[in-house]
């Protein structure tokens, strides 16, 4: 599976995102008018569908993957606190996605898991002169526990200066059932021989 996000994409979608947060009114900022004129009850959000639409399945129809659009990733990081955070996240007081090139991939489970381990590829041009694409090194990303029909949104954080304009591609999810070795989450990036 094949998606792209590159780092200007998504240092939009940053940008986007922290002026959606700043334009929003501080909480109790309603006025006594408005207060009034609200319904008495509300109306809950209608369930996602299942199986979900535009996702990619798994051949044994078990996970379902989807690279979203820049557009996407704004709506769902202005309700997911975790793809907020980890957006804001900066490294030298620089957001990680304006120093990195970052993804992101949205997955889920017909039947949950313990944990999974995201993989990518980051790639780019060999140099300035020779536009030939090759690999700069892999992203292995892993998050904690997802339910049945529950879904999830990963950014995936390259090691690879975005000036480089390198880009994340091949992006793979592993449900996994067992109980992990390894720090969950996590992240690491390994550069190619």
């Known amino acids: 599976m094949f998606a792209n996000l590159s780092g200007i994409e998504i240092k939009r979608i940053f940008a ?45 129809g078990n996970v ?10 704004v709506g769902l990081a202005s309700n997911d606190k975790n793809l907020t955070r980890a957006l804001a996240k900066t490294v030298d007081g620089v957001p990680v996605c304006e120093k990195y090139s970052c993804g992101a991939v949205q997955v889920s ?21 020779d536009k030939t694409l090759k690999v700069f090194g892999t992203v292995r990303t892993t998050i904690g526990e997802t339910g049945a029909q529950k879904y999830s949104t990963i950014l995936i954080i390259s090691g690879e200066a975005i000036e480089l304009r390198h880009f994340v591609s091949n992006i793979k999810a592993s ?12 992240t690491t990036y390994t550069l190619a021989p």
Not at 110 to 123: R, Y
Request: charge should be positive; aromatic fraction near 6%; hydrophobic fraction near 40%.
């Open 109 to 129: 489970s017909l039947t949950g898991c313990t944990w999974w381990v995201i993989t990518a590829n980051i790639k780019g041009a060999t140099s300035v002169d």
């Open 64 to 73: 379902f993957v989807k690279i979203p659009t820049a557009k996407e990733l």
């Open 175 to 186: 449900c996994r059932k067992d109980v992990p070795a390894e720090e969950v989450p996590g």
């Open 16 to 60: 986007l995102l922290l002026a959606l947060l700043v334009c929003m009114p501080p909480a109790g900022a309603a006025s006594v008018t408005s207060l009034a004129k609200a319904k008495p009850t509300l109306t809950p959000s209608p369930s996602p569908a299942w199986p979900p639409k535009g996702f990619t399945k798994s051949k044994d």
